[in-house]
């Protein structure tokens, strides 16, 4: 501001200066400050602390731990609660009309306002005179980008609280699946490594099958956890926030690319410390590697779903209660239910159930995901060589598909996986869509 103040001297011109999101000690530097309320109708000029005072006569007060500027334009925007003594924002838009109504008549009333300085530098040239530029998407999206990084690393608290959130939601499926193993297709105890002729109709099936159980409750809980921790984004003030951004002239859609990518990095470390915890616990066959691929991509998927309701609901403890309620309702068609899962094609818990069932049975323990050709020329062939059918159309299915839900029949991993963060972006773009359209009316 100084260096501003310098340059306009010397120079004798006017500079204008956009000052984005400017702290408290960048706003007291100005001799004065215009504050307008909607529609251009005046409740301030004069000094900033003046004007904190003013409004504190009026039973408007500055919480503590709260940026100066953003207190202001609340204020003057009616959003601020009277009387408050913490940030709480007037929900009634009656209630709202009134403050700013009541701002506007107190500075029209006021007797003795502040002595304002009427020196002002003869302006060099008028801002028609400067060509127009527009700011490169890759530059804001950049900038985004880095104080995204930023202002994560100032609240690095909240980092580390999400982190042993899904630390602790991981440890608790260890303890649900604790040292007992997800499928045994013999009983190993009583024959070891060999199976008697006499038992191999035992021997083919399973003795021990958790797998659709091992699904149902990490979409469940992984989402519940996801849904809880990513409301903060857009929820809340965040969204007021970013209607002060846009009404600036930049791309809204660069800031909404920015902080996904940010949480994307949270999603990430979040789903590393849930697979690690959950891999100390359970003897799981298949890499820890690729489970953390499938909970960093659901980790994306849910994220997606708590962005719109972060978004289309204000309050961010109700839009967490709304997450949470969706999060529960989607898991009962990951497919483990199978009277509710058959026709769950839309749900992302399906997909994501099905991708268990398939890292664990078929890259873990090397289930067969065929049928032998064997099976198709010789019919009469059964159990005992390998050849199985479904319990009720009597059809040639693997083995696979014999010891999972029918709806996680026939693995596909890439598709799950690809619908999985097909879903993800149908999400965003319904938030994206939210974020623009939607509670416009309290754009300022």
């Not at 919480?63 to 959003?79: M, T």
Request: glycine fraction near 6%; hydrophobic fraction near 45%.
């Amino acid at each position: 501001i100084r260096i501003l103040q310098n340059i306009a001297v010397g120079s004798n011109m006017t500079v204008c200066a956009v000052i984005h999101q400017p702290r408290p000690s960048v706003l007291r530097c100005f001799d004065n400050i215009l504050l307008l309320a909607k529609g251009g109708r005046q409740v301030w000029l004069g000094p900033s602390e003046g004007a904190i005072k003013h409004f504190e006569e009026h039973g408007f007060r500055l919480p503590g731990n709260v940026d100066l500027p953003d207190f202001l334009s609340d204020v003057i925007s009616g959003l601020q609660a009277k009387g408050a003594s913490e940030l709480l924002y007037e929900l009634d838009e009656k209630n709202r009309k009134g403050n700013v109504a009541g701002l506007v008549k107190a500075w029209s009333d006021m007797k003795v306002k502040p002595v304002v300085d009427q020196k002002v530098n003869t302006p060099g040239m008028s801002i028609a005179d400067l060509p127009s530029r527009k700011v490169p998407y890759y530059f804001q999206i950049s900038a985004y980008i880095i104080r995204g990084i930023q202002l994560r690393v100032i609240r690095s608290s909240r980092i580390f609280e999400d982190a042993i959130a899904h630390l602790i939601t991981g440890f608790i499926i260890g303890l649900i699946f604790y040292q007992s193993p997800l499928f045994l297709t013999k009983i190993d105890t009583v024959y070891g490594n060999s199976c008697p002729a006499t038992s191999k109709l035992l021997c083919h099936y399973a003795k021990l099958n958790r797998i659709g159980m091992w699904g149902f409750y990490n979409v469940m809980f992984l989402g519940l956890v996801s849904v809880s921790t990513a409301n903060r984004t857009f929820g809340g003030r965040r969204k007021v926030l970013f209607w002060r951004e846009a009404s600036h002239g930049v791309s809204s859609l660069m800031y909404f690319l920015a902080e996904n990518l940010c949480d994307l990095l949270a999603s990430f470390i979040n789903a590393l410390f849930y697979t690690s915890a959950i891999q100390v616990a359970v003897p799981l066959e298949a890499s820890l590697g690729i489970y953390w691929m499938l909970w960093t991509t659901l980790h994306f998927t849910v994220t997606g779903m708590s962005y719109v309701f972060s978004i289309l609901i204000r309050e961010i403890s109700n839009s967490t209660i709304a997450g949470v309620v969706f999060a529960i309702i989607f898991s009962m068609f990951e497919g483990f239910i199978e009277a509710i899962a058959n026709y769950a094609q839309w749900a992302y818990s399906l997909w994501a159930g099905r991708a268990c069932a398939a890292i664990e049975l078929s890259l873990g323990i090397g289930l067969n995901t065929s049928v032998p050709d064997v099976c198709y020329s010789s019919p009469h062939l059964t159990e005992n060589e390998n050849c199985f059918r479904d319990s009720e159309t009597r059809e040639l299915i693997s083995f696979f598909d014999l010891n999972v839900p029918r709806p996680h029949r026939s693995p596909n991993l890439p598709v799950d996986l690809i619908v999985l963060i097909s879903i993800g972006f149908l999400f965003r773009f319904v938030a994206y869509w939210l974020l623009e359209c939607a509670d416009r009316s309290k754009t300022r």
